[in-house]
Nanobody, 121 residues
Framework: QVQLVESGGGLVQPGGSLRLSCTAS????????MGWYRQAPGKERGLVGIITSDGNTNYADSVKGRFTISRDNAKNTMYLQMNMLKPEDTAVYYC???????????????WGRGTQVTVSS
């Protein structure tokens, strides 16, 4: 019913920047909260940050001051601007969203397939 597609991943040097996008499509009424998560090899998936439908954000301590989440509700798209990237930021980055359907109370949670971000010199 809902598809989340991430884009913008790639290889970047330490100290560089990258912007990721996540676009939602499908038969939903509204996308509510959204978030970015990441998973490095051999590690558990962890929170990068979340954003409400009104634009309020929260970030993990490891990315505060370097990463910024924003969204364009008209495009059903969320962004992750990553600056001052470090090798430890290397991971697969996943999009997550809560979707509400027409005439239904409550939301259903969805995940994207992820996009690879590699920070290396």
């Amino acid at each position: 019913q809902v598809q989340l597609v991430e884009s913008g991943g790639g290889l970047v040097q330490p100290g560089g920047s990258l912007r990721l996008s996540c676009t939602a499509s499908g038969r939903f009424w509204k996308i509510h909260g959204m978030g970015w998560y990441r998973q490095a090899p051999g590690k558990e998936r962890g929170l990068v940050g979340i954003i409400t439908s009104d634009g309020n954000t929260n970030y993990a301590d490891s990315v505060k001051g370097r990463f910024t989440i924003s969204r364009d509700n008209a495009k059903n798209t969320m962004y992750l601007q990553m600056n001052m990237l470090k090798p430890e930021d290397t991971a697969v980055y996943y999009c997550n969203a809560d979707a509400q359907f027409m005439g239904v109370i409550g939301v259903t949670n969805y995940w994207g397939r992820g996009t690879q971000v590699t920070v290396s010199s």
